[in-house]
């Protein structure tokens, strides 16, 4: 059983940033990978970013130079770090990982209005 635990959400002006943060409730190190994932309303979800135990990191193209995804191993934490905010990143943002089942986050929500 894991627990993922997300938290930094609310609302920013566009131009604005945040930093997301997602604690997992056993060490990182037992999972390839973890991952940050959005659902705008009435869109699917997609995937944002991904970092694995060795540190790779993969983006979605259009977010590219704008969010980064980084870990903190010692506290069992990744974050997402969100630059340069659009009215288009308004959604609910999900921490993902797999260990031996799908565990998802419950979310927290991310607002870009003026």
């Known amino acids: 059983q894991v627990q993922l635990v997300e938290s930094g959400g609310g609302l920013v002006q566009p131009g604005g940033s945040l930093r997301l943060s997602c604690t997992a409730s056993r060490s990182i190190f037992s999972f390839n990978a973890m991952s940050w994932y959005r659902q705008a309303p009435g869109k699917q979800r997609e995937l944002v970013a991904r970092i694995t135990t060795g540190g790779s990191t993969m983006y979605a193209e259009s977010l590219k130079g704008r969010f980064t995804i980084s870990r903190d191993n010692a506290k069992n934490t990744v974050n997402l770090q969100m630059n340069s905010l659009k009215a288009e990143d308004t959604a609910v943002y999900y921490c993902?990982?797999?260990?031996?089942?799908?565990?998802w986050g419950q979310g927290t929500q991310v607002t870009v209005s003026s």
């Open positions: 993902y990982t797999w260990f031996q089942i799908d565990y």
